[in-house]
């Protein structure tokens, strides 16, 4: 088990990496996955500093040949896993891969899926072009974001060695007859406690040609949106259409001060707590339990916290049972912390 820990948490730090790739590394890693896969070595390996640049350079190419990706990633990919499977049986695969690739499974495709619309945004200009651009990006080696099957396969074997090794050293990257293009890292990367890409200051995923993505808990925002964060008052949040983004304003503003400074009257109050309701036009209300912890700070002060509870709360009874799992008539606590 403590082998298997240590490889997951070598592979999320593979998936999580950023700054400059070691080109010299990566470069001997993509003609050890060429010439595992029975092809010679790329003619030139072109570097790119984001997957948008790479896809610029790709769209541009003309001597490149074909891609080699099915020979080079798909195929062996699909070798090793049948015979790890036949070697271990349906039990023993479904329990290497829960113990290993499930578990940096999604934050590692949910950030490829991430990178791959941004760049066809900001690349598409019409529906042929969108389609161009989606191919390309369907072409590429994940590298570092391939990492949950890389964990998986890790030291059983060399026929993917050289996917390993351009993982643990650079980007994506796109391998054809005659060319490699291959990625550098982010140099930036910010995700919250979920694993879900967030930042409220500037951007979540950010490359060195300035490529970013901007997300706060994991949704995708805009630039400007969050520059205009630092200003927020109540009556702007209020005014704010996309009810996505209302939340997203509520959140980085803090329900506490929404209620204290818009004048938000208590909904519900008793022995366990204070129920309070911020009305939204065109959204769910939004529905609080104010609770005081029943043990003091080393400080002698009793901290106070805000729950979320569902929209049809009615008491504050009921919404703290709710985050117990029980109902407000089964609700009967000894000692409330």
Same mark, same amino acid.
């Given at each position: ?34 010439? %595992? ?234 022995? %366990? ?21 029943? %043990? ?40 409330? %912390?």
């Amino acid at each position: 088990m403590n082998g298997t820990l240590t490889t997951v948490d070598r592979w999320r730090a593979v998936a999580a990496a950023t700054g400059t790739a070691d080109r010299t590394a990566a470069e001997a890693g993509v003609r050890l996955a060429y010439r %595992t896969a029975g092809l010679a070595a790329p003619e030139r390996i072109v570097w790119a500093d984001s997957p948008r640049a790479a896809v610029g350079i790709l769209r541009e190419l003309t001597d490149a040949g074909r891609s080699v990706r099915d020979e080079v990633r798909t195929r062996p990919w699909a070798e090793e896993r049948r015979r790890v499977h036949d070697e271990l049986g349906p039990r023993g695969w479904t329990a290497l891969w829960t113990s290993t690739g499930a578990r940096l499974w999604d934050p590692a495709r949910t950030l490829a899926d991430r990178i791959r619309s941004a760049v066809a945004d900001d690349l598409a200009g019409t529906p042929v072009e969108a389609a161009a651009v989606r191919l390309l990006l369907l072409d590429a080696v994940l590298g570092q974001h391939d990492a949950a099957w890389l964990a998986a396969f890790d030291g059983r074997g060399d026929r993917l060695a050289g996917l390993a090794a351009v993982a643990e050293h650079a980007g994506w990257w796109w391998p054809y007859e005659k060319v490699a293009v291959v990625c550098e890292r982010p140099v930036e990367l910010h995700r919250d406690e979920a694993g879900r890409l967030d930042r409220g200051d500037g951007p979540a995923l950010a490359f060195r040609d300035g490529f970013a993505l901007y997300a706060w808990r994991g949704m995708a925002v805009e630039e400007e949106f969050l520059a205009g964060l630092g200003g927020l008052t109540p009556e702007r949040i209020r005014a704010e259409e996309n009810a996505e983004l209302r939340r997203v304003m509520l959140e980085y503003y803090g329900y506490e001060r929404y209620l204290d400074e818009s004048g938000a009257r208590p909904v519900d109050r008793d022995e %366990t707590g204070v129920l309070w309701r911020i009305e939204l036009a065109d959204d769910e209300d939004v529905v609080m339990v104010e609770v005081v912890n029943a %043990t003091p700070e080393p400080d002698g002060t009793f901290r106070t916290y805000w729950l979320r509870v569902p929209p049809g709360t009615a008491t504050a009874r009921e919404g703290v049972a709710w985050t117990f799992g029980f109902d407000a008539a089964a609700y009967e606590p000894v000692v409330q %912390t």
